[in-house]
């Protein structure tokens, strides 16, 4: 059993220098209220994996702005200049990946696998200094599985067993994230009763998940 836990204390667990994936696409699922609180409490040196920086003063790109983040894996800034201008200073680290292969490395983080095997990416730069392997004379790259110290993630609804119900394509990033997460941290619109989510429509068993916080309003 599982009840809604103190966004303060929540991210009081979550120490300077983590590692956080964060759901979302350009902030459409991705736990503001979370983000927020981060901002609030200062965390710092963080590496962060999401599928993009969102865009200056929303999303993950307030965590850019603030200065809070070392390390960004995605797979693209494209719609954040700040983090362009870190990454072209030398300020920001930031690791470049196909959306699809990120997708698969986290995908493969949560499964207990060692990476994917993909031929994205063979002959251009992103196949620096990467493993490769031949397989019935076509060439792969090997792309190594992705995990972090907490997985942020949003939801629609959560029951107190901890199950997840996404609405439409805040599903993302999401449920991918809460398996690859050492500590799995949902933000949910709403908590209810164990068997008011029908368990064709749970995505995310509420087995992955360690805390659930409820989404501030708007």
Do not use: C, W
Not at 8 to 15: F, K, L, N, Y
Not at 27 to 42: N, T, V, W, Y
């Amino acid at each position: 059993m599982k009840t809604a836990s103190s966004v303060v204390d929540v991210v009081a667990r979550i120490p300077d220098g983590a590692s956080l994936m964060i759901g979302g696409f350009m902030g459409g699922g991705s736990p503001h209220g979370l983000i927020d609180e981060i901002l609030r409490q200062r965390k710092g040196s963080l590496t962060i994996i999401a599928n993009d920086t969102a865009k200056p003063g929303f999303g993950i790109g307030k965590m850019i702005d603030a200065g809070l983040v070392k390390k960004v894996v995605t797979s693209h800034i494209g719609t954040n200049p700040r983090t362009q201008a870190l990454m072209l200073d030398g300020s920001l680290e930031v690791e470049l990946v196909p959306q699809g292969t990120l997708a698969e490395r986290i995908r493969s983080g949560g499964f207990g696998l060692g990476g994917v095997l993909t031929p994205t990416g063979v002959g251009t730069l992103v196949a620096q200094g990467k493993q490769t392997m031949n397989i019935d004379g076509r060439e792969f790259l090997v792309e190594t599985a992705l995990k972090a110290d907490f997985a942020l993630i949003a939801a629609k609804r959560a029951d107190y067993d901890g199950n997840l119900e996404y609405a439409l394509t805040a599903r993302n990033f999401n449920p991918l994230m809460a398996m690859a997460g050492g500590i799995t941290i949902a933000e949910v619109e709403q908590i209810v009763p164990v068997g008011s989510i029908a368990p064709d429509v749970v995505v995310t068993p509420g087995v992955l998940v360690h805390f659930l916080v409820r989404r501030p309003r708007a």
